[in-house]
């Protein structure tokens, strides 16, 4: 009898285990992405702001050199490095809803630079944006899942607000859909975070369904912090 109880508890508490043990992981990797990804936003955000220094604001910058010059001309001496710098790392971004990243940003060439921490900021070479060069932070470099949403976050260095996130006010924001009801039309101004609409049905939001390009503006208007709604 005692035996067949021992028997029993051990069961009990390996269901247990089983069903809050995922929830625990994910509340770690929740917080771990959301804490590498702060540090490696600081980092570049100091890097720029030291830039500006010896290289003027950031009206005067060009931002129609490609990614590798770019970096060179502006960023290369502000930011330390490992010795690990390739111009072409061959990963195939996706989207959050799993689909290939098609974006300019992710298929144009582009300049990868490794932090010693293990992270890489992609200097992107897309001429989309004339007022601002995109930089894609990927939280932990080569490894997967190489997701934006997941690891892989999608900023701009802007000449009006500096250092943002696509989604914020109204940079970042992509071409109208096919609803031509829908008001969040083509250059929305978006305030200075609007949550319903990071989190909404266009094609960039921050949802399973979408694009993922808006999840960093999400984090940083949650306080840095990966919410339960977020799409995990």
Same mark, same amino acid.
């Given at each position: 009898?005692?035996?067949?109880?021992?028997?029993? /508890?051990l069961?009990?508490?390996?269901?247990?285990?089983?069903?809050?043990?995922?929830?625990?992981?994910?509340?770690?990797?929740?917080?771990?992405?959301?804490?590498?990804?702060?540090?490696?936003?600081s980092?570049? /955000?100091?890097?720029?702001?030291?830039?500006?220094?010896s290289?003027? #604001?950031?009206?005067?910058?060009?931002?129609?050199?490609?990614?590798?010059?770019?970096?060179?001309?502006?960023?290369?001496?502000?930011? #330390?490095?490992?010795?690990?710098?390739?111009?072409?790392?061959?990963?195939?971004?996706?989207?959050?809803?799993?689909?290939?990243?098609q974006?300019?940003?992710?298929?144009?060439?582009?300049?990868?630079?490794?932090l +010693?921490?293990?992270?890489?900021?992609?200097?992107?070479?897309?001429?989309?944006?004339?007022?601002?060069?995109?930089?894609?932070?990927?939280?932990?470099?080569?490894?997967? %899942?190489?997701?934006?949403?997941?690891?892989?976050?999608?900023?701009?260095?802007?000449?009006?607000?500096?250092?943002? %996130?696509?989604?914020?006010?109204?940079?970042? *924001? #992509?071409? %109208?859909?096919e609803?031509?009801?829908?008001?969040? +039309?083509?250059?929305?101004?978006?305030?200075?975070?609007?949550?319903?609409?990071?989190?909404?049905?266009?094609?960039?939001?921050c949802?399973?369904?979408?694009r993922?390009?808006?999840?960093? /503006?999400?984090?940083?208007?949650?306080?840095?912090?990966?919410?339960?709604? *977020?799409?995990?």
């Open positions: 009898m005692a035996q067949a109880a021992s028997h029993f /508890a069961g009990i508490i390996g269901i247990v285990a089983a069903m809050t043990l995922p929830a625990l992981i994910s509340k770690h990797e929740k917080l771990t992405t959301a804490t590498k990804l702060k540090k490696s936003y980092v570049l /955000a100091q890097a720029i702001k030291m830039s500006e220094v290289n003027g #604001s950031l009206d005067d910058w060009d931002y129609t050199i490609p990614g590798q010059e770019f970096w060179q001309r502006y960023l290369t001496n502000y930011i #330390s490095i490992s010795n690990r710098t390739v111009t072409e790392t061959g990963i195939r971004y996706r989207y959050l809803n799993g689909e290939a990243c974006e300019g940003f992710c298929v144009r060439d582009s300049y990868t630079v490794f +010693s921490d293990g992270s890489s900021l992609i200097v992107s070479s897309f001429q989309g944006f004339s007022n601002g060069r995109v930089i894609m932070i990927d939280i932990n470099g080569f490894k997967e %899942p190489n997701m934006l949403g997941k690891d892989v976050f999608v900023y701009a260095i802007i000449k009006k607000y500096g250092l943002s %996130p696509f989604g914020y006010k109204d940079f970042g *924001y #992509s071409a %109208p859909t609803d031509e009801d829908n008001p969040y +039309s083509y250059n929305q101004v978006f305030g200075e975070y609007n949550r319903d609409i990071l989190t909404g049905n266009q094609k960039y939001a949802n399973k369904n979408s993922g390009v808006w999840c960093a /503006a999400l984090i940083i208007m949650d306080g840095w912090e990966i919410k339960k709604d *977020y799409p995990w």
